[in-house]
């Protein structure tokens, strides 16, 4: 399966500024998709990356609060815009290569935002 | 909205004892289902998975889970569990159409006892 490779892994942040996430994955991939895992509670699907075309939020995300790039079929990267101290998670990229349909994800990237 | 619920949040268990995580989902259609684990420190990791055919599968270090259909269930169990078991196990469900995204239940971290 794909190895995925996340950037920072973690870092703390001043309310106010934004942060960009990268995501590098060691194959070409059919899809990629952003999860949020806040403190105590499950994965949240942000939403999934579309190569060369905008992408496609879940209910309560939005694109200029989560901006998300996927110029490629193996690089990602997600911003927290405008963080505040309710953005402190842990955020995860993750794809599916082609016919696995098997869900791979990267190690994570912990934003504390203070 | 599609949900997978978890019922058990945390659980306890002294090493050797037996196993069950429940899981259920509301979805009427056709879904791929997964458990996923994460030790402690560690990134996601698949456990095991259902596709199609036999309703029970196995998955790694002595994992197995069996579907039934009726009742909407992915129960996750294991005879004998040992200390290193100790991790946050999550329930996953992929729809097999549409957006094919991947809904996670809340997870239940297990804690085994030497």
């Known amino acids: 399966s794909a190895v995925i490779s996340q950037k920072p892994s973690r870092d703390i942040c001043q309310r106010g500024t934004s942060l960009t996430i990268q995501c590098q994955v060691d194959?070409?991939?059919?899809?990629m998709f952003w999860y949020r895992q806040q403190p105590g509670q499950s994965l949240t699907l942000i939403a999934t990356?579309?190569?060369?075309?905008?992408?496609?939020?879940e209910s309560g995300f939005v694109i200029d609060k989560f901006p998300i790039s996927r110029p490629n079929l193996t690089f990602s990267t997600l911003t927290v815009s405008n963080m505040s101290p309710e953005d402190s998670s842990i955020y995860l990229c993750?794809?599916?290569?082609?016919?696995?349909?098997?869900?791979?994800f990267g190690a994570g990237s912990r934003l504390t935002v203070l | 909205a599609q949900s997978v619920s978890q019922h058990n949040h945390h659980v306890i268990l002294s090493e050797a004892a037996s196993l069950e995580l429940g899981c259920n989902y509301s979805?009427?259609?056709?879904?791929?289902l997964f458990w996923y684990v994460q030790y402690p420190g560690q990134h996601l990791q698949l456990l095991l998975k259902y596709f199609s055919g036999d309703p029970l599968v196995k998955g790694i270090k002595g994992f197995e889970a069996e579907f039934i259909k009726s009742k909407f269930s992915f129960n996750l169990r294991k005879p004998s569990v040992q200390w290193s078991d100790t991790a946050e196990y999550f329930c996953a469900v992929r729809h097999v159409s549409g957006t094919y995204k991947y809904i996670f239940g809340t997870g239940t971290r297990l804690k085994v006892l030497a």
């Open positions: 993750s794809a599916t290569g082609s016919g696995a349909n098997v869900l791979t």
């Open positions: 194959s070409q991939v059919t899809m």
């Open positions: 990356a579309n190569q060369g075309s905008e992408a496609t939020y």
């Open positions: 979805y009427g259609g056709t879904v791929n």
